[in-house]
Nanobody, 121 residues
């Protein structure tokens, strides 16, 4: 199970830090990540984290602004979002899968959370 929290509404230039708590068999997943669904667009990868080598992958649109991290002790994934812009407004989803490397490909992720809304005005 993946449970997201920490979304919300902020003004442009602000920050948010959503988190995703993992439990059950998902704890053995190689790769975890954040995806988002913008209004009128397909779901897209934002940032992913490979848990063994601790490698990351980021979408070009968030590089330098977003940072993904993982707390093994808490089984929790985070997404530090800084310098938010209105174009970041979306439903953000946590996902987990068996990819051996950090990837933004949706097809590599079989477990999904319910999502947390981020709104930037």
């Amino acid at each position: 199970q993946l449970v997201e929290s920490g979304g919300g509404s902020v003004q442009a230039g602000g920050s948010l830090r959503p988190s995703c708590a993992a439990s059950g068999s998902i704890l053995n997943s190689n790769c975890m990540g954040w995806f988002r669904h913008l209004p009128g667009k397909d779901k897209e990868g934002v940032a992913t984290y490979e848990t063994r080598e601790r490698t990351t992958a980021y979408a070009d649109s968030v590089k330098g602004r977003f940072t993904i991290s993982h707390d093994n002790a808490k089984n929790t994934l985070y997404l530090q979002m800084n310098n938010l812009i209105p174009e970041d407004t979306a439903m953000y989803y946590c996902a987990a899968g068996g990819s051996p490397a950090a990837t933004l490909r949706l097809s590599k992720f079989g477990y999904w959370g319910q999502g947390t809304q981020v709104t930037v005005s």
